[in-house]
């Protein structure tokens, strides 16, 4: 990687260029839209330009906190090329949260739609020195510089929840996301004529395959907001009439498309590829998909925020009647290398559990300003940087690895990454409450389910209504408790810690 | 004889209260409380609800109609409903 012109955008910079008139993006609001590579690039230099005359330096974080639209790519891709990082965070998010990232990582300017500016800028710990209509409903904020120095090559800052309560942000160089972007292409036939889907927000990782892949492939991307993105009803007429030929997202959105999308009304024969990351796919669910959409190969991609996908595994043409474990994750891909550690330090026998351990180009460096957990999580060997992925897995015969269960407290919900934890520290906060402890259950339709156990300082506890109005201000969407129980006082273990497996029992 | 906004309104609270609230006090659940914004429907309980709806009345729900602006309260859904029943 050499200089802040590589990378990312070395990806995107030739169809940007020599595709001008040819169909970008794609969004259907009120209307549908539609940009061409041509007005893309217009637009993102004219984000370029509004950062520089605010003195948006290379290095620098600029974060995003647009829906997503049009100008949401081009404030990302502006940002790219003026050498800075983007820190994308939910449009939904509670302000609070959005305003401890931007403090957190120090951006220098930010990007919000019009009507969020005022919440958000209550929120910050900085002066806003100067706001840039940018149309559209969005306003750029320059901020009072913030905490940290410049970064080389960073390309973006995603926040994942952390355990001890605050979010905490994943750095990924421009080499880290482009090495992953270029091997996709080497396991995907994708071209011009690809049109992909962006189902994931921004700052969730699924979203750098979305955006770069298709602009790499100089293809169309099909911009799905975060409402559109949670009805299968309004979901699956966009498959069609878009003749999308890429899907990656969850599992969960495929599962709630399989069961409440009406997928037998619609045409998606267009589809070559669905990909699907973040989560276990139960194969009752994948089984009565590919009956629905027997002709795309499938493909089940692994892979932490930290590395991005490192494993992949495609799914055989037929998924047998009475198959009940989920398929493997797959072999390593080509950009990175694994090895699985038994014992956290020696490798693991053929066949034997352990934790599954990344080295190669994707790997982050680290957390933004938390040396400690970088510690905890990276070491280094044989001269690379490893990352500790908190899974443990096993090898099969066949040389795929299985994902067996998580080393810590953190469960995937929907593909996102939620600590328990940071629910307990949040509900911490709630003046009334003396113990919190959170715990995560199967659930046949979402998955995950999630029970919070409480104990009050009178006993009394307020309304399922009111905790759950409690927990939007606090904490995003994909966090907030399915149930609350409440309890005179925890159980707890007889090292007297709280006792997590009774209070599974007791959900 | 289509049914009364209020008939509407209780009918999609008692669909509420016992899917998604059991136990809770009906008291605690208004006219006005808001239910997506106020994190007591996610997608999932939203789209059942829209399909108890549906079925119930006999209605189509357009994707725009499925969100915040539209039917973040009880009184918003047997409005949108009522709408729907009328010009139908």
Known sequence: ?507 | MTDTIEEIQAATKGYIMKEFLPGEDADELSAATPLLSGGILDSISTVKLIGFLEDKYKVEFAAHEVSEDHIDSLEAIAALVQEKLSAG
Not at chain 1, 208 to 226: K, N, Q, R, V
Not at chain 1, 410 to 429: D, T
């Open chain 1, 1 to 507: 990687m050499t200089g802040t012109s590589g990378g990312l955008v070395e990806l995107f910079a030739r169809p940007l260029r020599e595709r001008a008139t040819e169909v970008a993006l794609v969004q259907h609001g009120a209307e549908r839209e539609s940009v061409t590579y041509g007005e893309l690039d217009s637009r993102a230099q004219a984000f370029e330009d509004a950062l520089r005359a605010n003195g948006v330096k290379p290095g620098d974080r600029v974060g995003i906190a647009l829906p997503k639209s049009i100008q949401s790519v081009a404030s990302i891709l502006g940002t790219l090329r003026a050498g800075a990082a983007y820190v994308p965070v939910g449009s939904g998010a509670p302000p609070r949260r959005n305003a401890f990232i931007f403090d957190d990582c120090g951006v220098a300017s930010a990007v919000v739609p019009t009507g969020a500016a005022e919440g958000l800028i209550a929120e910050l710990g900085r002066e806003v020195r100067g706001t840039h209509e940018l149309g559209d409903d969005a306003l750029l904020l320059h901020l009072e510089p913030g905490a940290g120095e410049p970064v080389k090559d960073l390309a973006y800052i995603l926040y994942t929840s952390g355990s001890t309560g605050a979010p905490k942000g994943v750095t990924i160089t421009h080499e880290n996301a482009a090495s992953f972007v270029r091997w996709t292409h080497e396991l995907l036939d994708l071209g011009p004529d690809d049109r992909f889907s962006s189902h994931a927000p921004f700052h969730f990782d699924l979203s750098i395959f979305d955006l770069y892949a298709s602009l790499h492939a100089g293809g169309t991307l099909l911009l799905i907001g975060e409402e559109q993105g949670r009805q299968p009803r309004a979901l699956a007429p966009l498959i069609a009439e878009e003749r999308l030929t890429v899907w990656y997202s969850t599992p969960s959105i495929l599962t709630l498309l399989v069961n409440h999308g009406h997928l037998d009304r619609i045409d998606a024969s267009a589809l070559r590829y669905v990909l699907f990351a973040g989560e276990v796919f139960p194969p009752k669910h994948l089984r009565a998909l590919k009956a629905l959409w027997p002709s795309p190969r499938y493909f089940n991609w692994y892979g932490p925020t930290e590395t991005n996908v490192i494993t992949s595994y495609e799914v055989p043409e037929t998924v047998p009647e009475d198959r009940t474990d989920p398929y493997p994750i797959g072999k390593t891909c080509s950009h990175v290398r694994t090895r699985v550690l038994a014992d956290g330090t020696k490798d693991a026998a053929p066949g034997e559990e352990g934790e599954l351990v990344c080295a190669g180009a994707s790997v982050t460096e680290g957390y933004w300003n938390l040396p400690d957990r970088t510690a905890d999580a990276l070491f280094e060997h044989a001269g690379e940087r490893w990352y500790r992925t908190g899974d443990v897995v096993t090898e099969d015969a066949g040389g795929d690895y299985i994902f067996v269960g998580r080393r810590d407290r953190m469960v995937k919900r929907r593909g996102f990454r939620v600590e328990l934890g940071e629910i307990e520290a949040s509900l911490y906060r709630h003046p009334d409450v003396v113990e919190a402890a959170a715990v995560a259950l199967p659930d046949e339709e979402s998955g995950v389910a999630i029970v919070a156990f409480l104990c009050w300082t009178d006993g009394q506890h307020p309304s399922t209504i009111k905790l759950k109005r409690y927990c939007t201000e606090n904490l995003p969407g994909y966090m907030i408790p399915d149930r609350f129980s409440h309890l005179d006082s925890l159980p707890k273990t007889s090292t007297d810690k709280v006792d997590y497996e009774r209070l599974k029992g007791m959900a």
